[in-house]
Nanobody
Framework: QVQLVESGGGSVQAGGSLRLSCAASGYTYRGNCMGWFRQAPGKERELVAYIYAGSGSTYYVDSVKGRFTISQDNAKNSVYLQMNNLKPEDTGMYFC???????????????WGQGTQVTVSS
């Protein structure tokens, strides 16, 4: 059974940093696509970043480029999101999402974690 568990959210002031972690169980890691979505109050869920385990290639939404870094640890079956220079508009619930078939273009229909809250104050 696939399970994704996020941790690392919290409250920080603008300009601060947080590191989100996602522990995945039930996957054979090679060839997966893992990523992070976020949802701000009153807004739709937005894809923030993903990483394709097969090649290590990454994607970032424009608003986080240069500030966020997604990475993976195959040995720990984990994926991380390092968030630097946080802004109030980064506030939201962050969800870890994964697909065992590696189809990053369909990540939204993959397996979802319960989410972790990130709050950035100005």
């Amino acid at each position: 059974q696939v399970q994704l568990v996020e941790s690392g959210g919290g409250s920080v002031q603008a300009g601060g940093s947080l590191r989100l972690s996602c522990a995945a169980s039930g996957y054979t890691y090679r060839g997966n696509c893992m990523g992070w979505f976020r949802q701000a109050p009153g807004k739709e869920r937005e894809l923030v970043a993903y990483i394709y385990a097969g090649s290590g290639s990454t994607y970032y939404v424009d608003s986080v480029k240069g500030r966020f870094t997604i990475s993976q640890d195959n040995a720990k079956n984990s994926v991380y999101l390092q968030m630097n220079n946080l802004k109030p508009e980064d506030t939201g619930m962050y969800f870890c999402v994964g697909r065992s078939d590696g189809h990053c273009s369909r990540l939204r229909s993959g397996d979802w974690g319960q989410g972790t809250q990130v709050t950035v104050s100005s």
